[in-house]
């Protein structure tokens, strides 16, 4: 993976390319310290993968974003936000405009970027992105380091089903916030059922990302409260480093928080949300797995198709990283397997039945 730095601090440049280039699939070809200088990188170099500061001198991350963009469509560009509200909002808006993910911006000296967690996030993202971009050029190259694809067994579907749903549930990760922003636009305001979210990030950004998925999809969306109603017509977005569950009864269900110990490494989980809507719901529950890494969502949505809830997973194609919704489909409980942009719609066919949309 071809990949560049962009970040006006040399500490953290430097940092970053060291972490980067200590990956043997990595090769940091350039790095610069503000938006201009990473262009004229760019048509030089042609990275696979921008790692790109937002507050810069000269040119910003977000004003030097689509011009990258523009200038080779395939190239994936990965923001470093501060762990702040303006960070966030920042980095929600260049997330809209076309950037295929972000990491935290590490600290100059210790913090995050002196543990394991934050090399294997940032490596993690960039190699799967920079996969991307290859795929996209069709020019994808094996790294002679590392070991020979896995070939993934064939997909089979669960059988079709349409379901009496009283309750869309939704997993994502790597990749989400774009994924979640098409589906929930697609959905539209005229949505009846109530959407619970669960996407891996830190905590700072849940409230953010819930005003940008409201402006974007016109259902009400707000991070979740403990003890909260859920009523039809609007979405709740699990909080930052907690589980969101489904409480109470089938006719009067309710949020509820959880600080248990992290699922699948990650704390908001999938899993939880999904065991917990199908302990209270059964099989009135329709779950979607969008992009992102690991597995997280696999067992919960085997349990909920045990009980006679459907599963739509996102397909490959459009995944920034098939390992969710791949693990579901490869497990053969998907009833669907569709590009992102043709999820809402399969999720109106097997809902509309049962009243979802008004």
């Known amino acids: ?27 940091v070809v350039g790095t610069a310290s ?32 689509p011009a990258l963009l523009r200038a080779d469509p395939a190239v994936q560009v990965v923001m470093a936000s501060t762990l702040t509200t303006r960070g966030a909002d920042v980095t929600m808006k260049a997330l809209r405009l076309g950037a295929a993910d972000y990491v935290p911006k590490p600290t100059a000296v210790g913090g995050i970027a002196s543990g394991d967690g934050f090399r294997r996030d940032l490596v993690e993202k960039v190699r799967a992105l920079g996969r991307v971009a290859q795929r996209r050029r069709g020019s994808a190259r094996p790294s002679p380091a590392a070991p020979p694809p896995r070939i993934s067994p064939p997909v089979q579907l ?32 005229q949505f009846r059922l109530p959407v619970l979210i669960t996407q891996h990030m830190p905590a700072t950004f849940i409230p953010i990302l819930a005003e940008h998925i409201s402006k974007v999809g016109g259902l009400p969306c707000a991070e979740a409260k403990d003890g909260e109603r859920i009523l039809a017509g609007r ?5 930052g480093d907690r589980h969101m569950l489904v409480a109470g009864d089938r006719h009067a269900p309710v949020i509820s928080l959880s600080s248990a110990p992290p699922e699948n490494f990650c704390r908001p989980a999938v899993d939880p949300m999904l065991r917990s809507a199908t302990a209270v719901m059964g099989g009135r529950v329709l779950a979607v797995i969008l992009t992102g890494m690991g597995h997280d969502g696999l067992a919960g949505c085997r349990g909920l198709a045990a009980q006679g809830g459907a599963v739509i997973a996102q ?3 459009t995944s920034v990283v098939w390992g969710m919704p791949g693990a579901v489909a490869q497990a053969g409980i998907a009833s669907a397997i569709v590009p992102v942009g043709d999820i809402a719609r399969e999720i109106m066919t097997m809902t509309r039945s049962v009243g979802a949309f008004a």
């Open 1 to 27: 993976m071809r990949v560049l730095v962009c970040d006006d601090s040399a500490v953290i440049r430097g940092l970053l390319a060291r972490l980067l280039d200590s990956d043997p699939a990595i090769t």
């Open 235 to 239: 979405a709740y977005l699990a909080p």
């Open 315 to 317: 397909d490959e194609a």
């Open 158 to 189: 669960a059988a079709p089903r349409t379901v009496a749903a009283e309750l869309l549930v939704i997993g994502s990760s790597t990749g989400g916030p774009q994924a979640l922003f098409r589906v929930m636009k697609d959905l539209g305001p």
């Open 34 to 65: 503000n938006g201009r200088d990473v262009l004229g990188l760019q048509a030089r170099e042609k990275p696979d993968v921008v790692v790109l500061d937002i507050e810069m001198p000269v040119m910003d991350g977000l004003a030097a974003l």
